[in-house]
């Protein structure tokens, strides 16, 4: 390329605009970041309203990046899903999540739920329950600590063939132990018939919902509906991006069970999360 020189130069500057190259770059880096060990899990803590305690955590993905520093999801998951690079991403944070909390529990802290998210591209049921199965093993956590946070877009393929083969997968995940929880749920589609059909434990409330809870009448009511329904149909209830006391009033008044958020904890690095879990021991 070098013997080029000055035309190719030409050529990429006139014919690729940035964008495209800055995209081409990201790219050649994500290919490379499992091998050069650039991910890491935050943890982020949820808390029950009734008694304070911890009860789970979420894993939330971040690239270490070697120029930008530290990224988030919405910097590179999309790229990721559409270079088919999820599938090992996912499979690293199923398995450093199931190590990681099989770890803590056996320096003698508090047992605790991890919840993974599992975007609908990468959710190949099959593929899934077998890998989960395999995890499971290997890592030595008991399935009942692993939750999978599904959104509704994964739940509701109508139109894909896989959706008998979801019904089962999440059935048999379930008979083993695993909790299923449905992501942003409210933001997706609406008909809500595949509550009846999957086996789900809770249902996560979206942060575009929790946000304006006490000057949007409307996001109010739809909250208070999707507590009642969770209730009515014995599924728990986590609210996400809890920021102020007022929103957690709200949510208590309405016997929401699970939150999470900023008030609460930001998500924690590995070492953070390790801090939390001994102080807690120590009480
Ligand atoms: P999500 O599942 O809705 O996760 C909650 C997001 O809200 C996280 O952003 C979290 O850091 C942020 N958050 C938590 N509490 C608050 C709050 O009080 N206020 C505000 N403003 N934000 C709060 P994050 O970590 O940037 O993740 C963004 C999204 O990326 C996640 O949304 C999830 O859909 C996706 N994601 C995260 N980790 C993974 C992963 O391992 N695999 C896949 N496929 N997707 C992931
Ligand atoms: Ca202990
Ligand atoms: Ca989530
Ligand atoms: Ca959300």
């Given at each position: 390329a070098k013997a080029a020189g000055k035309n190719t130069y030409q050529f990429f500057t006139t014919e690729m605009n940035q964008a495209a190259l800055k995209r081409l770059i990201l790219e050649n880096q994500l290919r490379r970041v499992l091998e050069r060990e650039e991910l890491c899990l935050f943890y982020q803590p949820q808390i029950a309203l009734?008694?304070?305690?911890?009860?789970g955590m979420e894993a939330l993905l971040r690239w270490q990046h070697p120029e930008s520093g530290l990224l988030s999801p919405s910097q590179f998951v999309a790229v990721a899903e559409e270079m088919n690079l999820i599938i090992p991403i996912g499979e690293w944070v199923l398995r450093t999540a199931c190590y990681q909390t099989q770890a803590w529990q056996a320096a003698g802290l508090l047992p605790i739920r991890i919840s993974i998210n599992v975007s609908s591209r990468q959710f190949k049921p099959v593929y899934w329950l077998q890998t989960i199965k395999n995890v499971l093993q290997e890592s030595?956590?008991?399935?009942?600590y692993l939750e999978l946070e599904l959104t509704e877009s994964v739940l509701m393929?109508?139109?894909?063939?896989n959706n008998n083969s979801i019904v089962a997968v999440l059935t048999e995940l379930r008979t083993m132990g695993v909790q299923i929880a449905i992501d942003?749920?409210?933001?997706?589609?609406?008909?809500?018939s595949y509550l009846k059909r999957l086996p789900v434990n809770t249902l996560k409330i979206d942060r575009s919902f929790i946000q304006d809870i006490n000057s949007n009448r409307d996001d109010a009511a739809i909250i208070t509906a999707i507590i009642a329904l969770a209730h009515s149909l014995h599924l728990s209830v986590v609210a996400e991006g809890v920021e102020n006391k007022e929103q957690l009033i709200f949510l208590q008044s309405r016997q929401c069970e699970i939150v999470q958020g900023y008030l609460l904890s930001k998500p924690l690095s590995q070492e953070e999360m390790t801090k939390l879990l001994q102080r807690i021991d120590q009480q």
């Open positions: 009734s008694t304070g305690q911890l009860v030595q956590l008991a399935p009942n393929e109508e139109h894909n063939d942003d749920f409210g933001t997706g589609y609406s008909s809500l």
